[in-house]
Each structure stands twice: as structure tokens, then as C-alpha cells.
């Protein structure tokens, strides 16, 4: 058993573990100071079993997560039994508003030996196939939730946790949107603004606003019932954000 922080133990693995795998991935390990980072991927961690139950027990304290080129990822953990090995774990895309999960099975972590190259076989064959899975449900959830934006108007979405999201807009929009903050999930075509500073969120709003009403382009907001609230220039403040329940390993 290893109960202290092994940077090397980790990180090698985690390289060699990339390099094994299909496709292309990139290693980029979290040490014991980046402690906002390592709480958050705390919170990313898409699992509800073995890989959770771990974390409820034992924080994390470092860690090493793996990036494919599409934006898919995958954590690697310590493991806390009597055997040598790891934990390894998806993780669910930040860039997803919280109901393009329901309903999705998560696709939980599993057990791995100290032996990359036959980890990776195991990854492979298992986790990476119901991770994938489970990222095209959730990224068919999500688009589903957005009303589609049309050449001379965009449509905003407001979404259960505050953030607002936009979808099938032109060229020009694209731009003012991304100016603008809004976030652009290339699998899905989703561009979503977060509402953890509402403050900030409707400043960008009413920007993004302006500078689309200069390219011809109307703004509407589309709210969760469903009626869509014409608008040439979005509300000073939208409401508040929903209240996202916080665990320790959040289960999608």
C-alpha cells in the first residue's frame, strides 16, 4: 500500500499509461499545491462506486489526469488496498450543463495493477467504451436541451444550473459569443455561459447583445418553460442560479 504522495510512482505511470492507449492522449499530473484544481476534479469524477467510495474515504491529494484530443478525460488515483496499483476514473466534461446526465448509467472507475501495458488493455476494453458511451448520451442530452438559433437570431438557454447556452449559430455569432465568454463545446456545437458571477454573466449578456444587434442579429431568451421571451437586448441581471448540490464525488 502506498499512503503517502509518490509524484514519480504517479506521473510515470500515468505517462506510459497514455501512450499505451487508442488515440491520441495527453498526461498532466496535479501535485499536493493545486489544491482548486484537485477539487475540482473531485467534483468531476463520474462515478458512484468503487473510484467514489475511495474518495469519500481518502481526499485527494494528488493526482494524474489523462486528455484526449476530443476533450474526453480520464483520472488516475491512488489506490488504498492491500494490492499495488491505481484507480482510474472518467470524467465528466465541465463544458455539460447538469440535465444532459440524467438519466445517462455512469460509467464507473475501475481497479488497475501497476503494469501500464496491461492496464491499458483493461482501460481499453472496459472503462473507455462505457465512458464513450455515456459521453454521447450526455452530449445528445444536452443538445436536446437547447432551443436552436436561427441566421438573424440567437436563441439563449437558460439551463438548471444558471448558465445560458446558444446552438446552431453562424460564423459571425460564433465570434461574438466566444468574445464574449461563452464557452464552445466543439462535440456538441453548444456555446454556454456560466452563471457562478451573475453579475459578470449578464455584463457579457448584454456585450454579446450589442455587439450582435450591430451585425443585424436579434437576441431571445428561451426559459425553462419552454416560451421563448423575444428581446432585443438581453434583461440587465438574469435570476439567480439554481443551487447545485456539492458531494464528494459527484454521481451524474
Keep these: 500500500m502506498h499512503h503517502h504522495v509518490d509524484r514519480e510512482r504517479l506521473a510515470s505511470f500515468a505517462d506510459v499509461l497514455a501512450g499505451e492507449l487508442p488515440d491520441t ?17 473531485t467534483e468531476r469524477i463520474w462515478d458512484l462506486d468503487l473510484v467514489a467510495e475511495s474518495l469519500a474515504q481518502h481526499p485527494l491529494r494528488h493526482a494524474a489526469v489523462l486528455t484526449r484530443q476530443d476533450g474526453a478525460q480520464l483520472a488516475i488515483l491512488d489506490r488504498y ?3 499495488d496499483g491505481f484507480l482510474i476514473a472518467a470524467v465528466a466534461p465541465r463544458s455539460l450543463p447538469d440535465e444532459a446526465y440524467s438519466g445517462v448509467p455512469e460509467p464507473n472507475g475501475i481497479a488497475l495493477s501497476d503494469d501500464p501495458f496491461l492496464s491499458a488493455e483493461l ?16 452530449r445528445y442530452n444536452a443538445a436536446a436541451t437547447v432551443h436552436p438559433s436561427q441566421p438573424d437570431r440567437i436563441v439563449l438557454t437558460w439551463q438548471s444550473d444558471g448558465s445560458l447556452a446558444a446552438i446552431q449559430v453562424s460564423d459571425t455569432a460564433s465570434g461574438v459569443l466566444t468574445r464574449n465568454g461563452f464557452v464552445h463545446d466543439e462535440q456538441t456545437g453548444i456555446y454556454r455561459l456560466m452563471g457562478n458571477d451573475t453579475f459578470e454573466q449578464a455584463r457579457a449578456v448584454r456585450e ?25 437586448a ?7 442560479p439554481a443551487t447545485v448540490r456539492s458531494t464528494t464525488a459527484r454521481g451524474r
Design 123 to 138: 482501460v481499453a476494453g472496459d472503462l473507455l467504451a462505457r465512458y464513450d458511451a455515456a459521453l454521447a448520451q450526455a
Design 208 to 232: 454579446a447583445g450589442r455587439q450582435l444587434s450591430a451585425q443585424g442579429i436579434d437576441v431571445a431568451l428561451q426559459h425553462p418553460s419552454g416560451r421563448i421571451a423575444p428581446t432585443a
Design 234 to 240: 438581453p434583461p440587465t441581471a438574469p435570476p439567480a
Design 25 to 41: 492522449w495527453a498526461s498532466d499530473y496535479h501535485s499536493p499545491k493545486h489544491k482548486d484544481d484537485l477539487a475540482e476534479l
Design 81 to 83: 488496498d492491500e494490492r
